[in-house]
């Protein structure tokens, strides 16, 4: 029997190939997404499981909460003294370890690397789970000037050489020291959310000297509880320690406007990973678990929808299986054997989807890779749980595409199907609702494409204040109190024939605290020097700018942005003075006002900005305004002024326009994974009305021979045809329609400049899903129209 089941379903798979092809492809697409989300999914709540002592390990949480200024954040990070504090005063507290990434020039012979670099304490090794190739874990960062190296950055610098014992330079403080290589540790797990390359002991930092100051949080510090120990209770524990020690510290910086609340807390270790409450932190790498949710909701519609066409199209082909089924009623088949001839069958095409599904996932896992910005690999599915989930998945898709169609085609009624008088029962009002669902989610889909698109090119054209073509940003590493060398930089690049301007500022970003016209707000404060807004080319609306012609610029003078007008409200800020800045009592004059520009992304609103010009404070990135002809050259003639004045230093510079392109890889990678789920989308559901549109023309086949005979035209007939599915579809909009009003509203709401939600979208939306189901059932529907209609009055 099994036999005889088998050789019927290969034959019918052959017999109607284009059917049996469609419903192949459409569930190894639904089932390949699956896979790849399956991968993804594992991969995010594997984070950190590697770890012997995660249930014991906690991070160490700082909510900083200033009224005033109406901040509330909550920092994974803390100063050099809260660890060692911690465990002397708090029993739970087993062991602590401090890690924070830094950056370094490093010399290896000749040669020159820009490399990163992890502090960590020398128990490092005793808490977290990485495995030491060679070497003690409990002695490799012992030594302040040692360093354990991944086997994979070992090779880069030492090849096959065996590199303990070896030295490598790194520059600290403008100078360069060695360092000996004291272990070897391979390369950190994808799933970690500690990662590092290189490693420096800790020691290293305490010998410059502890710093002891509460309010200074720079270090990721993780704390190593007692397993009996309760979390909160510790945490409570934590806040009494920092009321005691810094007590003296809180109250002078009360005398300088401090007004913000430090509450500690921990973090479980293995909750880092998909936890968005704590915002910053030096462990970067964080994910948002939003982003499971969304891919999963998509991979499970897109199975869902092919699912559906599966069960569309097996009913659509049950009137050329009517005589067979028939037959087999009439010689005493029973239902049950029907049934589960029909499931079989259906396993079958799935096992056969799921083969290919497997070869599609290991296809296009690369760009998957890419748009997640992840390493999966297929050798993932050989994880047993994983592997049972997949089983489960291929059982339960199996049984949800066959179930139906099986429960259909063994009800025929034998009678009516031997004299080709079968008719489906009924309106088919569940295929044509599942057809409405699968429209809904596709015009959902196109909706949010179009407005990810549009918010996409938005943020990537609009006006930020500033032109930012042909502007190059050098970094002076490690320089930046060296006025001798920026004054000889800045003579030489001036020089060059293809740079139109110089400007210096500040290297990196500093937001603090200040207060102007009785008012306490957060500002970004920005050293630059007279020549930086004009290369720039941001205008100065009110006032002037800097200038060497008013030496008193660099000690009392500030220029400010409209924003920070705004915040102090003043009507004319031109002469007011700024109070209070960076902990600091201070009188600076207001002597310039500058329009509001995005120095940063358009992710961030534009805050009160305060420029100095302070010959004493640091200065170490150049912004060079570049000739548009012969870029290439003039970026040459550059690098060789870098190397001449800093020959031991990598060439460390960026075009600004590609900086600000930087910006939006998140939502560009997301604009690219919702427009293939938009397009799988409406591929497999125009395979699903396909097969609808089939049905109902089988169905009146004769109706349709009779409306030619009477003399209906092709168009007629085709409009005859037609107009119930479009009726479909226009239903599906008024479904699709409010919800993804809703949901890109709620998205667009994350962005401070965003598109207005405009129902041109919608409509352009509704449009094309309208046109696309229209080509497909209009392929049918002229076929219908334009049969011989005496072969079409002969169905019975």
């Given at each position: 029997m099994l036999r005889s089941y088998l050789k019927i379903a290969l034959r019918n798979l052959f017999r109607n190939k284009v059917f049996s092809f469609i419903n192949i492809v459409g569930l190894s697409i639904g089932l390949a997404c699956c896979l790849l989300i399956f991968l993804y999914t594992k991969d995010e709540l594997s984070y950190d499981r590697f770890q012997q002592k995660s249930k014991q390990l906690y991070l160490v949480t700082c909510r900083i909460i200033n009224k005033e200024e109406g901040r509330d954040t909550k920092y994974g990070m803390a100063g050099m003294i809260e660890g060692p504090s911690f465990k002397k005063q708090i029993p739970e507290v087993k062991e602590f370890v401090r890690v924070r990434e830094d950056r370094f020039v490093l010399k290896k012979g000749t040669e020159t690397f820009d490399q990163k670099a992890v502090w960590a304490d020398e128990n490092f090794f005793q808490i977290f789970s990485f495995p030491l190739i060679a070497g003690d874990p409990k002695k490799v960062l012992s030594d302040p000037h040692s360093v354990v190296l991944t086997d994979e950055t070992a090779k880069k610098y030492f090849g096959s050489t065996n590199p303990v014992g070896k030295t490598l330079e790194l520059e600290i403080n403008k100078k360069f020291e060695s360092f000996i290589v004291s272990g070897i540790a391979r390369r950190s797990p994808e799933n970690s959310s500690v990662k590092f390359d290189m490693l420096l002991s800790f020691k290293y930092q305490e010998a410059k000297g502890v710093d002891d100051n509460w309010l200074f949080l720079s270090y990721s510090t993780f704390l190593l509880l007692d397993p009996r120990a309760d979390a909160g209770a510790v945490a409570m524990k934590m806040n009494k320690v920092f009321e005691t020690s810094s007590k003296e510290q809180i109250a002078e910086a009360r005398k300088h406007g401090f007004a913000a609340q430090f509450i500690w807390g921990v973090q479980p270790f293995l909750k880092m990973h998909l936890d968005t409450e704590v915002e910053r932190s030096s462990i970067k790498d964080s994910s948002k678990?939003?982003?499971?949710?969304?891919?999963?909701?998509?991979?499970?519609?897109?199975?869902?929808?092919?699912?559906?066409?599966?069960?569309?199209?097996?009913?659509?082909?049950?009137?050329?299986?009517?005589?067979?089924?028939?037959?087999?009623?009439?010689?005493?088949?029973?239902?049950?054997?029907l049934i589960r001839q029909f499931m079989g069958e259906s396993f079958l095409l799935c096992f056969i989807a799921f083969a290919l599904a497997i070869v599609l996932a290991g296809a296009i896992l690369p760009l998957f890779n890419e748009l997640a910005n992840k390493r999966l690999s297929l050798s993932y599915l050989l994880d047993l749980p994983l592997a049972a989930s997949f089983v489960g998945l291929f059982l339960l898709t199996g049984f949800a595409a066959g179930f139906y169609p099986a429960l259909v085609l063994s009800g025929f009624n034998p009678v009516e199907t031997l004299y080709n008088r079968m008719h489906t029962s009924g309106k088919n009002y569940l295929s044509k609702g599942l057809v409405v669902v699968q429209f809904a989610l596709a015009t959902f889909l196109i909706i949010a494409t179009l407005f990810v698109y549009s918010q996409y090119d938005y943020l990537t054209h609009m006006d930020l204040g500033y032109n930012d073509k042909n502007l190059l940003s050098v970094n002076i590493t490690?320089?930046?109190?060296?006025?001798?060398?920026?004054?000889?930089?800045?003579?030489?690049?001036?020089?060059?024939?293809?740079v139109r301007s110089v400007g210096m500022k500040m290297d990196g970003r500093w937001v603090t605290g200040a207060r102007a016209g009785g008012k306490s707000f957060d500002v970004d404060y920005d050293n630059i020097n007279e020549n930086y807004l004009p290369t720039l080319g941001v205008p100065v609306i009110l006032g002037r700018n800097f200038s060497k012609d008013f030496p008193s610029d660099s000690t009392h003078s500030v220029v400010v942005n409209e924003s920070f007008v705004s915040a102090a409200g003043w009507k004319d800020p031109i002469g007011k003075t700024l109070d209070f800045i960076n902990g600091k009592d201070v009188k600076m004059i207001v002597v310039g006002v500058v329009k509001d520009y995005h120095y940063t992304s358009l992710k961030e609103k534009i805050i009160p900005q305060v420029f100095f010009a302070d010959n004493s404070d640091v200065l170490g990135r150049f912004l060079l305004r570049l000739q548009p002809d012969n870029t290439a050259r003039t970026l040459k003639a550059i690098e060789g002024?870098?190397?001449?004045?800093?020959?031991?230093?990598?060439?460390?510079?960026?075009?600004?326009?590609?900086?600000?392109?930087?910006?939006?890889?998140?939502?560009?990678k997301w604009k690219q994974i919702i427009t293939y789920s938009a397009i799988l989308t409406i591929f497999i559901s125009c395979i699903g009305l396909f097969g609808l549109a089939m049905l109902s023309i089988r169905k009146r086949t004769k109706e349709i021979g009779i409306r030619k005979v009477l003399g209906a035209?092709?168009?007629?007939?085709?409009?005859?045809?037609?107009?119930?599915?479009?009726?479909?579809?226009?239903?599906?909009?008024?479904?699709a329609i409010p919800a993804a009003w809703y949901a890109t509203s709620r998205w667009l709401e994350n962005f401070p400049y965003r598109i207005p939600v405009n129902g041109w979208v919608f409509a352009i939306a509704a449009l094309l899903t309208l046109l696309v189901a229209a080509l497909t059932v209009g392929f049918h529907a002229l076929r219908a129209a334009g049969a011989n209609p005496v072969k079409s009055l002969r169905t019975e």
């Open positions: 678990p939003i982003y499971s949710y969304i891919l999963s909701g998509i991979a499970f519609f897109i199975l869902l929808i092919a699912c559906i066409n599966f069960v569309n199209l097996t009913v659509a082909q049950s009137l050329k299986r009517s005589k067979e089924i028939g037959l087999r009623k009439v010689v005493g088949g029973m239902r049950g054997q490690g320089q930046s109190r060296n006025r001798d060398l920026l004054r000889q930089f800045e003579s030489e690049f001036t020089a060059l024939s293809g002024v870098y190397q001449t004045l800093l020959p031991w230093h990598p060439f460390q510079h960026s075009f600004v326009e590609e900086a600000n392109l930087k910006n939006y890889d998140a939502e560009g035209s092709i168009w007629q007939i085709s409009g005859l045809v037609s107009k119930n599915f479009i009726g479909l579809v226009i239903f599906a909009f008024l479904i």
